[in-house]
């Protein structure tokens, strides 16, 4: 099978050329596949990270754990690319953590291009907060932010190289499954409104704005020889935010999926946990919630167990459909790039909306958070003239059949879609909240209903941009094609 090389740095430079800058990677190549878990949860109580107001662990529901899969083609006894996908319960990668893990990466691990190393949050709302300033967190018997970046960089550090070091000749399968685990969380009301986690019993409720996918993009890694999978992919339209709210330490479903799926022959499988596109999506039901509680009872589950009781029944049923369409010989190709996109700019009315809030909640007290938020706003209107776009790491890679695309924003659904529809793949995977943290990424539709996730305080990047994104990620996979 021969692969196509990605998109040249150099626009007009020869197909050719650009395969042999990239590490274009024809057939015959060897590929070989490591993987190794960890724990990432934090010994001492932490700040947990997602809502406005302070929440200091009390205990630990469940572990967090980050899981990691290294491949490496090899051409002629030689690396041609590379890749490291590295799941991680954390609500988001921030710039501060990134950063930490790839000088850590560079100084005790050079044989892994740290720019290659892709890492995911499954955005779970009760894991540590790893960014200063954000909460007001007491100084004592609670673990600092920057500690717990410390701790991080330490466990993913030796995660990585763990799955690098555990390298073997391998292959990968691919398919696709369905549960339904996302819904759309934004309510329509009469007069045009939207509103996140909006009531829908009121009178002028007119619907849900957007589109919910319940397809399970699945991808199994597997150990030559072995019979059963190293680990498993699971891309899904939803983040892991069902005990958003809770004040323990919690992986949220992907625990469940965990526990439910490393039984018995896949006792060892690896899992790792990717959201899709998803901004506009979560694991809350909107409406019918009486009769879903209703079978919940019936059921004797959790609503956490009851969404791993939907995922892993798909991975079983996949893996079962793929285990014998293994391939190795396969095109396997990863780019990177910085891709400048539009900001979403603030008007002077909203400038002013914000810095009366900002007024108001000095007033109140004990509310930094929401004014730190507002004010961010207000900086961003001052400075947008100088800074008129906001660069976002962007990866994409062909393995086999397979696309796999990157952003760290929360990213509408609706885009997600489009990449899914315009791509070239047989199949393809859309990771949000990767290699960075850039807030909520809406639809035009959205920010004319307005509410959280779709006002300025919430975008950094609008509908504008959410488009050249989409285009670009477009471009970057069909040019493996």
């Given at each position: 099978?021969?692969?196509?090389?990605?998109?040249?740095?150099?626009?007009?430079?020869?197909?050719?050329l650009?395969?042999?800058?990239?590490?274009?990677?024809?057939?015959?190549?060897?590929?070989?596949?490591?993987?190794?878990?960890?724990?990432?949860?934090?010994?001492?109580?932490?700040?947990?990270?997602?809502?406005?107001?302070?929440?200091?662990?009390r205990?630990?529901?469940?572990?967090?754990?980050?899981?990691?899969?290294?491949?490496?083609?090899?051409?002629?006894?030689?690396?041609?690319?590379?890749?490291?996908?590295?799941?991680?319960?954390?609500?988001?990668?921030?710039?501060?953590?990134?950063?930490?893990?790839?000088?850590?990466?560079?100084?005790?691990?050079?044989?892994v291009?740290?720019?290659?190393?892709?890492?995911?949050?499954?955005?779970?709302?009760?894991?540590?907060?790893?960014?200063?300033?954000?909460y007001?967190?007491?100084?004592?018997?609670?673990?600092?932010?920057?500690?717990?970046?410390?701790?991080?960089?330490?466990?993913?550090?030796?995660?990585?190289?763990?799955?690098?070091?555990?390298?073997?000749?391998?292959?990968?399968s691919?398919?696709?499954?369905?549960?339904?685990?996302?819904?759309?969380?934004?309510?329509?009301?009469?007069?045009?409104?939207?509103?996140?986690?909006?009531?829908?019993?009121?009178?002028?409720?007119?619907?849900?704005?957007?589109?919910?996918?319940?397809?399970?993009?699945?991808?199994?890694?597997?150990?030559?020889?072995?019979?059963?999978?190293?680990?498993?992919?699971?891309?899904?339209?939803?983040?892991?935010?069902?005990?958003?709210?809770?004040?323990?330490?919690?992986?949220?479903?992907?625990?469940?999926?965990?526990?439910?799926?490393?039984?018995?022959?896949?006792?060892?499988?690896?899992?790792?946990?990717?959201p899709?596109?998803?901004?506009?999506?979560?694991?809350?039901?909107?409406?019918r919630?009486?009769?879903?509680?209703?079978?919940l009872?019936?059921?004797?589950?959790?609503?956490?167990?009851?969404?791993?009781?939907?995922?892993?029944?798909?991975?079983?049923?996949?893996?079962?459909?793929?285990?014998?369409?293994?391939?190795?010989?396969?095109?396997?190709?990863?780019?990177?790039?910085?891709?400048?996109?539009p900001?979403?700019?603030v008007?002077?009315?909203?400038?002013?909306?914000?810095?009366?809030?900002?007024?108001?909640?000095?007033?109140?007290?004990?509310?930094?958070?929401?004014?730190?938020?507002?004010?961010?706003?207000?900086?961003?209107?001052?400075?947008?003239?100088?800074?008129?776009?906001?660069?976002v790491?962007?990866?994409?890679?062909?393995?086999?059949?397979?696309?796999?695309?990157?952003?760290?924003?929360?990213?509408?659904?609706d885009?997600?879609?489009?990449?899914?529809?315009?791509?070239?793949?047989?199949?393809?995977?859309?990771?949000?909240?990767?290699?960075?943290?850039?807030?909520?990424?809406?639809?035009?539709?959205?920010?004319?209903?307005?509410?959280?996730?779709?006002?300025?305080?919430?975008?950094?990047?609008g509908?504008?941009?959410?488009?050249?994104?989409?285009?670009?990620?477009?471009?970057?996979?069909?040019?493996?094609?």
């Amino acid at each position: 099978m021969r692969c196509l090389t990605r998109l040249s740095i150099l626009w007009g430079i020869s197909v050719a050329l650009a395969g042999l800058a990239s590490g274009g990677l024809a057939a015959g190549a060897e590929l070989l596949i490591g993987g190794a878990t960890t724990s990432i949860t934090p010994d001492q109580p932490i700040a947990l990270d997602g809502q406005f107001h302070t929440r200091i662990s009390r205990g630990v529901d469940n572990p967090i754990t980050a899981t990691a899969v290294a491949i490496e083609a090899r051409q002629a006894d030689r690396g041609a690319d590379q890749a490291v996908l590295v799941s991680c319960d954390l609500v988001a990668i921030r710039p501060v953590l990134l950063s930490a893990l790839r000088q850590r990466l560079a100084e005790k691990l050079p044989e892994v291009d740290a720019r290659k190393v892709i890492f995911t949050a499954t955005h779970t709302h009760t894991s540590g907060v790893t960014e200063e300033g954000k909460y007001e967190i007491p100084k004592e018997g609670v673990m600092q932010p920057s500690q717990y970046v410390t701790f991080l960089a330490d466990r993913l550090e030796q995660l990585i190289g763990n799955a690098w070091r555990a390298r073997r000749p391998g292959g990968v399968s691919w398919g696709v499954g369905h549960a339904v685990v996302g819904y759309n969380r934004r309510a329509v009301y009469a007069n045009g409104t939207a509103a996140m986690y909006g009531k829908t019993d009121r009178p002028d409720f007119r619907g849900i704005e957007g589109y919910e996918d319940h397809g399970l993009e699945l991808l199994f890694f597997w150990n030559t020889g072995e019979q059963k999978p190293l680990a498993v992919a699971v891309n899904v339209a939803c983040p892991s935010q069902e005990v958003e709210g809770g004040s323990k330490i919690n992986a949220d479903f992907w625990h469940d999926v965990r526990q439910q799926f490393q039984t018995g022959d896949y006792k060892d499988v690896l899992v790792l946990g990717w959201p899709a596109a998803a901004g506009d999506q979560s694991p809350h039901r909107m409406y019918r919630k009486a009769a879903e509680q209703r079978m919940l009872k019936l059921r004797g589950l959790s609503y956490t167990q009851e969404v791993a009781r939907r995922i892993v029944g798909e991975i079983n049923e996949v893996c079962g459909l793929v285990r014998n369409d293994v391939r190795t010989d396969i095109p396997f190709v990863h780019t990177v790039e910085d891709v400048a996109l539009p900001v979403r700019k603030v008007t002077e009315k909203e400038a002013a909306a914000a810095q009366a809030e900002i007024d108001a909640l000095a007033k109140k007290g004990g509310a930094a958070r929401r004014q730190l938020w507002q004010q961010k706003v207000v900086d961003r209107y001052r400075q947008q003239d100088k800074e008129p776009t906001l660069a976002v790491e962007v990866h994409a890679l062909r393995l086999g059949d397979v696309a796999i695309v990157t952003n760290p924003f929360e990213l509408f659904l609706d885009y997600g879609v489009q990449m899914q529809g315009r791509s070239k793949a047989l199949q393809t995977f859309v990771l949000q909240l990767t290699c960075g943290s850039a807030g909520y990424l809406p639809t035009e539709r959205a920010v004319k209903g307005g509410g959280y996730s779709a006002i300025v305080a919430s975008n950094r990047v609008g509908p504008e941009g959410g488009q050249v994104l989409a285009d670009r990620s477009v471009e970057m996979i069909n040019s493996m094609w």
